[in-house]
């Protein structure tokens, strides 16, 4: 490649001379500076084929050189997809074209160029559909075809993380409206964060030329910049890219491998205009940019766009480009105004003066390409003879470089977002934006304003009102006018053979958007999803217009009817990492938790929580469960309960409020004893239950599932907010840890842990509380019968409870104590017919179904649901929870199999499992009302196959609970 | 991300509440229709107006009640529960409790 | 060292097995890392992380709190002057924090007995509508020190919780790492510092957290001594 040639000085804002920079395109070495972009360095080489597009694998370089085209995506290393415009070269980097067959340079597949009119518009669309086995056809070759990149499989884990940014204000964009916006809010005290995508402030006074004499925008940018830069109250962030708005002012903000979640009290959006393309044949062609990707590769990065250059415009920015390109030794072969005049006539004057011949009421209706369409090599330029209409004669023009300029679209993107809506008044081809909601202002060229005075006052103004709200200010807002005009109204120029491209991204023609509309696609929204205009990585940026204008004269209506298609969030591409990077996954621990894992547990989750399901290897499990279980029935064991949810009660309504929020009466309920506790919602389903400790007459100490807790005491603090009832309602799950030890030799334990405490039947009965000391630790007793067997839930505060499992493991060591897990505590209960609830009941289930009226206290005038179940339980039952039993060699249903009756489901599986204490599989299912007595069969269906289980009465182990009661 | 205002601990990101349904008064469980309650547990009015809602506030676990119009999302005040709950609610007796 | 090997006390922090240093202490009838390196002065000015778990605190919210508080909490004259979310240092020391209405936390100052904390459970334990909470087992107890705690904390939490928004003694109940918390903004030894509250089921979970949040400022864990001594 040729050696790099640069302009001089103070061209090229962006690269450092003294810093040369190597790296390889296409395996071949490049040679730019510290500061240019890939898309940059290249085109000072005169390498200006960066990528092929996406369906005909036409070359295509840069069409912006500020990241808003998807013409310059390449491979950077393992990384697809990057922008070659916006991501800065460094040593040694290795890129790559994308999307070809063979070679950049020498692309096989672009022969499919010609069979261009086998893939017509809506051609995805309507695979998907039909024929029935299209898609599946075509979806091999075209993902081998249309794919983009390659995705390194073997990258590396990179750390991307978050971070919240507060601030009165924000303002996006450090163009000039942005600067004198910031700078005026921040002077009134306001702290303001001012985001910039480019990697300098200044927006277009960076690369746009304001004045004929080309001083005003450079020493205007120096002046506001000095000022922001030293400002105490304004954080910078360059390189920042804000992806979106949401409600109240929450702005993700991408900057390096870090999301920023701005949270402003106002936002300022100066986001600025996109230049738009003219539809033309080979509009596409490498060589053919916008005017202000000229201006910027000069004056940004010193780099010379061409030799011989066109401008077409649209407006009187072309002629600015005109001086910016004969300033720096290019010579500007002709402007092709497509007006009939230009607005300013002292810069018209000015620019004829240089000798530049303009051409005015004309156009551009064809590039000319060079071999394989690789450059421009000349323009054919046509009269304009009506909307769309160029006469048949033509001039021929040679050129290398065609700069264009149709008009300028506001960045309306992220003002959608927030619910604005995008107007256009097609005689003036002006926009408006409208419909912002509170907080939120616009300001510059993206609110229609475009003469620099006024876009500074449009920023100021917006700075105003920003203040007003924050109540810095009281200042009086008067409007900004602005009558320069920027749009030409229809810069289409189909061409009968076609490439005049509106989409770049999809390869989308004049004529497949209009022929979209003869298909009946008349919705904006429409058209876009059957032709996919729009949807490549630009996001309409460009086509967005040029789709609403020809659809808008298709169907005979104006731009403002037809609309403009959405835009979502995010506005640029961005990557997983940055929605991944420091997710927060938070994860809760019993105290016990480490003396699980040095006993070998097999961990299971339970919500956020880890309990040990069994003490012993992934592959034991069946194993395990049996011998834990029969050292709990015939020795002693052990189980953390800690994750049990635990609510405390205390006040003199204490009583009043259990009494209403649970069904069971709670009134009488002895102090130190234990009653089984169940709680409906206000439909009448079961939604919890637990274990009420009545501590003194004013205290109560209720149990709540693990997974339960925090509704169910919600739901109490909520109720009390309501009744005002003479309580204090307090979640104590975390402050208790707690253990359940069981099994006949329980007692022993206990009595060796605590020789102080009376741990005899008659001192401590079962259903009692008792407190007492053990060992220093203050512990909380409830003699319950979950897994029925003597047994004792002993609680103590958190900070002791990795001390008590220690204890008791050593006090039960005479008596070969041994841990069990949940899964060992699931069998064992199921053993006792006691359900799990949330497992063995669902969303239906009121008390009448799982045969719990014996806990519902209908002498009391209200509990929560109470309504509910009288209506529920007053009608003919459908279905119950019923005990079922299968020989030990049948095969074993799992939860959820289906309860079968006749063809027709009545019920599910809940619970199931071998016992080696029955010697049979047993389990818990719902069955339809007319087999629920035991000695019914019930037909279970486990894998394809009908099994008849026999319906028995609950509880399966020691009928009499003469074990618990010991 | 919507702000929601708590009474008790000021502005914060909606993701720190846990809204509790709309504020409806219960009818008499011991006397109305099972139509009035049916009505009360399982529709709403779904109107486009301003509706009063319970909003848990899960980091202090407060309660209050917000006002919110349901087409603009606005949320046009927030306030302690005791401003409409002021009196303790009771429930008519129908029987003597007897266990 | 591990803590776990010098671990003699019944009363642990739940995250002793993490939280590692050179040297321990008594606290509280639990062990304290006391030094976690010799460089935890200029540490904890830069940016450190305790664990002050087993250190002394105490809860009591209902009708006759304030009461309770001002009768058996010397230097507590009148709890009133104390806003909702707000905290206030005593001359004894001790940290109260007002979360509600009627809701209390006192943090220990560290260095006493903690007699008067004592003897404030005890009244409160004895006085009708005033209830003492658990918070010395529901919550663990970290404090975050050093220049750079708002930039930490905002990697972390939505709150704002810099200086000028959020100065000594303004407390925020809020999420932190998507756990709850109350942050209380204080001085140790004139060290900006958080003290956080959190759930103490999952205090190996936000201490990791936290840490991996300080990376970027060279933090890391500190013992106690160098806010007490």
Known sequence: ?966 | MKILTCPLNGPRNISEFVYGGEVKDMPDPNTCSDKAWADYVFYHDNLIQIVKEWWLHAPSGYWFIAERHTASDEIIKTYDPSEIYNTRIEFSTQQEERA | MNMSDTQPSLKRSLLYRTTTGEHYKQQDGGMLVAQFSANDAEQAKRCGLLDLSVARRTGLRGKNAPSVLSEHLPGMANTSVIQANFAEQLSTGEWVLRLGKTEYWVLSSLTGTNASLDALDQAASQTADCYPLYCQSSHAWFVLTGDYISEVMAKLCAVDLNERVFPVGKIAQTSVARVNAIVVKQTYQGIPAFSILSDSSSAEYLWLAILDAMQEFNGQAIGADVLTV
């Open chain 1, 1 to 966: 490649m040729k050696p790099s040639q640069r302009l001089n000085e103070p061209m090229g804002l962006l690269i450092d001379r003294n810093k040369p920079v190597q790296f390889k395109f296409e395996n071949q070495l490049v040679s730019g500076y510290a500061g240019d972009s890939i898309a940059s360095a290249l085109i000072a080489n005169q390498s200006w084929l960066m990528s092929r597009s996406f369906k005909y694998h036409r070359p295509r370089g840069p069409l912006t050189m500020a990241g808003q085209d998807a013409n310059t995506l390449i491979q950077l290393g393992g990384e697809p997809n990057v922008l070659a415009d916006r991501q800065n070269i460094s040593q040694d980097i290795q890129v790559r074209g994308q999307n070809y067959n063979g070679s950049l340079e020498n692309d096989k597949d672009a022969v499919l160029g010609y069979f261009g009119r086998f893939m017509p518009v809506g051609f995805y669309y309507r695979s998907f559909f039909k024929p029935l086995g299209a898609w599946k056809k075509w979806e091999g070759v075209i993902r081998d075809k249309a794919g983009l990149g390659v995705l390194d499989l073997n990258f590396k884990p990179e750390y991307y993380d978050k971070k919240y940014l507060f601030a009165d204000l924000v303002v996006v964009g450090s163009g000039p409206a942005g600067l004198a916006a910031a700078l005026k809010a921040a002077d009134a005290g306001a702290t303001v964060i001012l985001v910039e995508e480019q990697t300098i402030l200044g927006g277009s006074l960076t690369y746009n030329r304001f004045d004929i004499e080309g001083k005003k925008a450079q020493t205007l940018r120096h002046e506001l910049l000095t000022r922001v830069t030293e400002h105490p109250n304004i954080q910078v962030m360059t390189d920042a890219v804000c992806n979106a708005w949401f409600t109240d002012n929450y702005l993700p903000v991408i900057q390096g491998k870090r999301m920023y979640k701005i949270r402003a009290k106002e936002c300022i959006l100066a986001s600025g205009a996109y230049e738009q393309h003219v539809v033309f044949r080979n509009n596409d062609l490498p060589g053919v940019i916008m005017c202000s990707a000229a201006t910027r590769l000069i004056k940004h990065y010193a780099v010379k766009p061409g030799n011989k250059a066109v401008v077409l415009t649209g407006n009187d920015e072309g002629y600015y480009t005109a001086l910016d390109l004969l300033e720096q030794g290019i010579e500007v072969a002709a402007i092709v105004d497509m007006r009939a005049q230009a607005q300013d006539p002292i810069l018209f004057a000015s620019v004829a003066e240089k000798g530049i011949s303009i051409k005015q009421g004309a156009t551009v209706y064809e590039a000319l390409a060079t071999k394989g369409n690789k450059h421009i090599k000349g323009v054919d330029i046509r009269q304009i003879t009506g909307k769309g209409q160029v006469a048949d004669t033509a001039e021929l023009i040679d050129c290398d470089l065609l700069c264009m300029s149709a008009g300028f679209m506001p960045a309306y993107q992220i003002l959608c977002q927030a619910g604005a809506k995008l107007s256009y008044d097609d005689a003036a081809a002006e926009f408006n934006l409208s419909g912002l909601p509170a907080h939120l202002y616009i300001a510059g060229s993206v609110n229609g304003i475009y003469s620099l005075d006024a876009v500074l006052k449009d920023g100021e103004k917006a700075a105003s009102e920003a203040l007003n709200s924050l109540g810095l200010s009281t200042e009086p807002v008067a409007d900004v006018n602005c009558d320069k005009k920027v749009n030409y109204d229809w810069p289409i120029f189909s061409h009968p053979k076609g490439k005049d491209f509106v989409d770049y991204d999809e390869d989308l023609q004049a004529k497949d958007i209009v022929n979209a509309t003869r298909l009946g696609y008349r919705d904006i929204q429409l058209v876009k999803r059957f032709s996919t205009v729009g949807m490549g990585p630009s996001q309409g940026r460009h086509s967005a217009l040029p789709t609403a204008r020809l659809v808008a004269n298709a169907t005979d209506r104006s731009v403002t009817e037809t609309g403009v298609t959405t835009a979502r969030p995010p506005f640029a591409p961005e990557k997983l990492a940055h929605l991944a990077g420091r997710i927060f996954d938070p994860y809760q621990r019993t105290p016990m938790h480490y003396r699980h894992l040095e006993l070998g547990a097999k961990m299971i989750p339970a919500g956020h929580w880890q309990r040990p399901a069994y003490y012993g290897g992934a592959g034991e499990r069946d194993k395990c469960i049996q011998l834990e279980a029969d050292h709990v029935r015939n020795k002693v064991g052990l189980i953390d309960v800690s994750t049990l949810g635990g609510i405390e009660l205390r006040g003199p309504d204490a009583a009043e409020f259990m009494n209403r929020i649970y069904t069971f009466g709670f009134l009488k309920q002895p102090v130190g004893k234990t009653r089984y506790a169940v709680l409906t919602n206000e439909h009448g389903v079961v939604i919890d239950d637990g274990v009420a400790c009545r501590i003194a007459d004013d205290h109560f100490y209720v149990t709540a599932t693990t997974s339960g807790v925090t509704r169910v005491y919600r739901e109490m603090t909520k109720w009390n907010a309501m009744w005002r009832l003479d309580v204090d309602i307090l979640n104590v799950t975390s402050a208790f840890s707690a253990v359940n030890l069981a099994g006949p030799d329980s007692r022993k334990v206990l009595e060796k842990l605590a020789p102080e405490f009376d741990a005899s039947a008659d001192a401590f009965p079962y259903l009692a509380y008792r407190e007492t000391n053990i060992q220093g630790i203050p512990a909380r007793l409830l003699r319950v019968g979950f897994v029925g067997e003597l047994g004792y839930e002993i609680h103590v505060p958190a900070q002791y409870g990795e001390a008590l499992w220690d204890l008791i493991m050593q006090a039960g060591k005479a008596f070969q104590i041994k841990p069990f897990g949940v899964e060992t505590q699931r069998l064992l209960r199921l053993e006792k017919g006691h359900i799990i609830v949330s497992q063995d009941t669902d969303g239906m289930s009121h008390p009448g179904e799982l045969s719990l009226g014996w806990a519902v206290n209908r002498k009391k005038p209200f509990f929560v649901g109470c309504r509910s179940v009288d209506i529920m339980m007053a009608k003919p039952m459908k279905r119950k929870l019923v005990g079922f039993r299968l020989p030990a060699d049948s095969a074993k249903p799992e939860e959820g199999h289906l309860v079968i009756e006749q063809g027709e489901v009545t019920g599910n599986i809940t619970s199931c499992e071998y016992s080696p204490a029955v010697k049979a599989i047993i389990g818990m299912a719902f069955a339809g009302i007319e087999q629920s007595e035991p000695g019914s069969k019930i037909g279970i269906r486990v894998d394809g196959k009908m099994l008849q289980a026999e319906v028995v009465s609950l509880p399966f182990y020691d009928p009499k609970n003469s074990r618990q009661e010991l």
